[in-house]
C-alpha cells in the first residue's frame, strides 16, 4: 500500500505537485486550522514516534494554551531498528515539508523546526533542497521552516530533548511537556510546541485532501491507516514496507523480510527497545496498538527485529540494556542506576557469574528503575528486562545452568545504512 511511501522516489516539486502534492496547503488556507485539526482528530491518525498518541488531540490542545505556537519535526530516529524516516525523507521530502506547514498553520504558528542528526547528511540534503524549490513556488510564504541538525544521542529523539538541541545545548529531556514549556524564541518569546514525528507529519497531507473516512480506509478502528514498518535481524532480507495497521506480524516476517534461514524460527522479536519481546507463538499478532497492547507489548516505531533459535536471550538483554545505559543521561538516578543493574547483571547470567541475589536484584529494579523519570528510557528498561525475566523465564535458568544456545557476538541493531533503491536496510546486528 502506498499512501505516504511510494514506489519511487519523487524527483523534484513539479512531480509531487502533479501527483496532487500541495492540495493540503490549500486546503488548511480554505477552511482554517481549527476545521483541519477536526480533521485530524477524526481521522484517529496516532503519532508514529513510538508512544501512539492521538495527533489531533495533541494538536488542539496545544493550540488551545494561551502561548504563541511553534511546531517540531521530530527526525532524530535513534530507536533501534527503524529507518522509516530515512526513506520517508528520502522518497518524499515534498510530503514531510507539507505537513509540517499544514501543522504550523492548523495551530497558527509561524515557525517550524525539523530536527535531524548531521548523521542523516542524504537526508539533511534532500529535506533542504525540496524546501528551497517549494519556497521559490511560494507554497510556504506564511510558515518559516528552519532544519537543525544534531547529535548522535538517543535523547535527541525524545521531544524535550530535541527542543534543548534546538535552543541551542545537550539533548537532556525537561521536566515539563511541549505544550506546557516549547521552545523559546531566539527573542526570547515562550511558546507552546507540538512535536510530531516525520511519518505522522507525512500523512497529514493525503487527511487534509481526501478526508478522515478515507484515511480510515486502512487499518483498524483503533489503529487507523497504514505504517511504514521495518524488519531486520535473523531475516533473509531486511526490508521497510508501508502496509496497513493491523496486518499480522508474520507477513512482515515472512512477506517482507522473506523468513528466516532454513530450519531456523524466530526465538524472540522485540519492537525497538521499550516493549516486551514476543514469542515465537506471538508471531501471528496483529501489527496494531490495540492488538499489541492486549498481549503487554507495542507497536514502537515500527522496527522488528528478529533473534532467531540460536540466539540467547539473555544476550539480548545484555546488549539492549547496555545500550539503554549508555542513553541515559543520569538525570533520574533510578534510570541509571537501573540500566546500569540490568546490563551487569544480565552481563553475570551469561557469564556463569550470577547469584540468586543478582536476579533478585534485577526483579527489585523493575518497579523502581522508572521512579520520578523525565523521559520514556526507564519504562523502555523495565518492559525489556521484566518481559526477558518473565515471558522469557524458561532460557534465562537455561543460561544460568549452562544450556543457552551460546552467545553470538550481538551488538544493538542500529541502522547504519540503507539502500534507497530497493529498501533493503543495513542494520548493524553482529558485532
Ligand atoms: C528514549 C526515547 C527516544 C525517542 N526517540 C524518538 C525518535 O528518534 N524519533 C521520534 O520521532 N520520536 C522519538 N521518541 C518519542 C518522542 O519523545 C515523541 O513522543 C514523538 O516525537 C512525538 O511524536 P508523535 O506524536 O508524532 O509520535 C523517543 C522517546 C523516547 C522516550
Ligand atoms: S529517564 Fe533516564 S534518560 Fe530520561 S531524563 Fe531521566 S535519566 Fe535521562
Excluded at 247 to 274: C, D, H, Q
Excluded at 303 to 324: A, P, R
Aim: charged letters at 25%; aromatic letters at 6%.
Amino acid at each position: 500500500m502506498e499512501r505516504i511511501l511510494p514506489r519511487e522516489p519523487v524527483p523534484d516539486l513539479d512531480a509531487y505537485r502533479g501527483a496532487g502534492g500541495g492540495e493540503g496547503l490549500a486546503r488548511v488556507r480554505e477552511i482554517g486550522g481549527s476545521a483541519v485539526i477536526d480533521e485530524v482528530k477524526k481521522s484517529g491518525l496516532r503519532g508514529r514516534g513510538g508512544a501512539g498518541f492521538p495527533t489531533g488531540v495533541k494538536w488542539r490542545g496545544t493550540a488551545s494554551e494561551d502561548l504563541p505556537k511553534t511546531v517540531v519535526c521530530n527526525a532524530a530516529e535513534g530507536e533501534p531498528g527503524t529507518v522509516k524516516d530515512r526513506y520517508l525523507i528520502d522518497y518524499d521530502p515534498y510530503r514531510v515539508i507539507e505537513g509540517v506547514a499544514i501543522a504550523s498553520l492548523a495551530i497558527g504558528a509561524e515557525t517550524a523546526y525539523i530536527g535531524i542528526k548531521t548523521r542523516f547528511a542524504d537526508q539533511v540534503q534532500r529535506l533542504r533542497s525540496a524546501a528551497v524549490e517549494m519556497d521559490a513556488a511560494g507554497m510556504v510564504d506564511d510558515v518559516e521552516i528552519r532544519l537543525v541538525e544534531g547529535p548522535d544521542d538517543y535523547l535527541f529523539g525524545v521531544e524535550t530533548g530535541m527542543l534543548e538541541v534546538i535552543e541551542g545545548r545537550d539533548p537532556l529531556p525537561r521536566l515539563v511537556p511541549p505544550y506546557v514549556q516549547g521552545l523559546t524564541t531566539p527573542a526570547g518569546v515562550e511558546t507552546a510546541t507540538v512535536v510530531n514525528n516525520v511519518e505522522t507529519l507525512a500523512n497529514i497531507p493525503g487527511i487534509v485532501t481526501h478526508g478522515a473516512d478515507w484515511f480510515r480506509e486502512a487499518g483498524t478502528e483503533s489503529s487507523p491507516g497504514t505504517m511504514v514498518f521495518t524488519v531486520s535481524g535473523d531475516v533473509r532480507t531486511p526490508g521497510v514496507a508501508e502496509l496497513p495497521l493491523g496486518t499480522p506480524l508474520s507477513f512482515l516476517l515472512y512477506g517482507v523480510g522473506e523468513g528466516l534461514e532454513a530450519g531456523r524460527r524466530p526465538k524472540l522479536v522485540i519492537s525497538g527497545v521499550s516493549n516486551r519481546p514476543l514469542t515465537a507463538s506471538e508471531i501471528d499478532t496483529p501489527l496494531s496498538y490495540e492488538a499489541m497492547d492486549a498481549i503487554g507489548s507495542g507497536l514502537g516505531s515500527g522496527g522488528f527485529i528478529v533473534y532467531d533459535d540460536t540466539t540467547c536471550v539473555v544476550e539480548v538483554g545484555t546488549v539492549l540494556s547496555g545500550f539503554l545505559q549508555v542513553g541515559s543521561c543520569g538525570q533520574c538516578p533510578p534510570c541509571k542506576l537501573g540500566t546500569t543493574a540490568f546490563t551487569e547483571k544480565f552481563g553475570r547470567v551469561m557469564a556463569k557469574t550470577a547469584s540468586d541475589d543478582d536476579i533478585d536484584d534485577m526483579l527489585g529494579w523493575i518497579p523502581r528503575v522508572t521512579d520520578a523519570n523525565r523521559c520514556g528510557l526507564g519504562v523502555g528498561q523495565r518492559n525489556l528486562a521484566a518481559g526477558i525475566l518473565d515471558t522469557f523465564a524458561a532460557d534465562v535458568v537455561a543460561c544460568v545452568e549452562g544450556r543457552c544456545p551460546g552467545h553470538r557476538g550481538l551488538a544493538p541493531p542500529l541502522p547504519t545504512d540503507h539502500d534507497p533503491i530497493n529498501r533493503r536496510p543495513v542494520v548493524r546486528f553482529l558485532s
